[in-house]
T-cell receptor, first 109, second 115 residues
């Protein structure tokens, strides 16, 4: 099956800093989603992005499907950005998401 | 417009008991997916259902686990004779179309603890 690798696994930032999270996948994908799992465990949809670039406030994402990676940018980070960020892909004929292992982000005041 | 609703949020069961987890999809969604998240890990796919049909159960353990999505009512994930290794967070997701064609939305999860 497909390998979905996220880096870095852990990241500590000071409030106000910017960061880039990366998601690499080992095979062609049909679509991709980014999620934020907050400290209470809730999964929040960030982006649904098979290709190209999307922006939502301080967050933006870029997927380059031909090169098999996606990036999530967080600018001017806030303590509420803390949690785990997952990318998840659809590939082949699978009709369910395959998740990466996540990037754990801690934003310190 | 309610999102995906899961209940209970927390469930404690003794070894050997049965656990029933419920999921009501978003309004207008007829595709339901169950995932399991072990501590400090990502989510792993278990089963994909449409109304009254199991479409893909390739991630379900062969024994003790079953799922249904009846014509009326929520989807149910049932775990019989629970063991400590079943302790995890179980998430349900729904979408309006199956597969990669639309965005999947997740519920808040049910955290199962087996004592």
């Amino acid at each position: 099956g497909i390998q979905v690798e996220q880096s870095p696994p852990d990241l500590i930032l000071q409030e106000g800093a910017n960061s880039t999270l990366r998601c690499n996948f080992s095979d062609s994908v049909n679509n991709l989603q980014w999620f934020h799992q907050n400290p209470w465990g809730q999964l929040i949809n960030l982006f649904y992005i098979p290709s190209g670039t999307k922006q939502n406030g301080r967050l933006s994402a870029t997927t380059v499907a031909t090169e098999r990676y996606s990036l999530l940018y967080i600018s001017s980070s806030q303590t509420t950005d803390s949690g785990v960020y997952f990318c998840a892909v659809y590939y082949g004929g699978r009709r369910a998401l395959t998740f990466g292992s996540g990037t754990r982000l801690q934003v310190q005041p | 417009n309610a999102g995906v609703m899961q209940n209970p949020r927390h469930l404690v069961r003794r070894r050997g008991q049965e656990a029933r987890l419920r999921c009501s999809p978003m309004k207008g969604h007829s595709h339901v997916y169950w995932y399991r998240q072990l501590p400090e890990e990502g989510l792993k796919f278990m089963v994909y259902l449409q109304k009254e049909n199991i479409i893909d159960e390739s991630g379900m353990p062969k024994e003790r686990f079953s799922a249904e999505f009846p014509k009326e009512g929520p989807s149910i994930l049932r775990i019989q004779q629970v063991v400590r290794g079943d302790s995890a967070a179980y998430f349900c997701a729904s979408s309006s179309l199956g597969g990669e064609n639309t965005e999947a939305f997740f519920g808040q999860g049910t955290r199962l603890t087996v004592v």
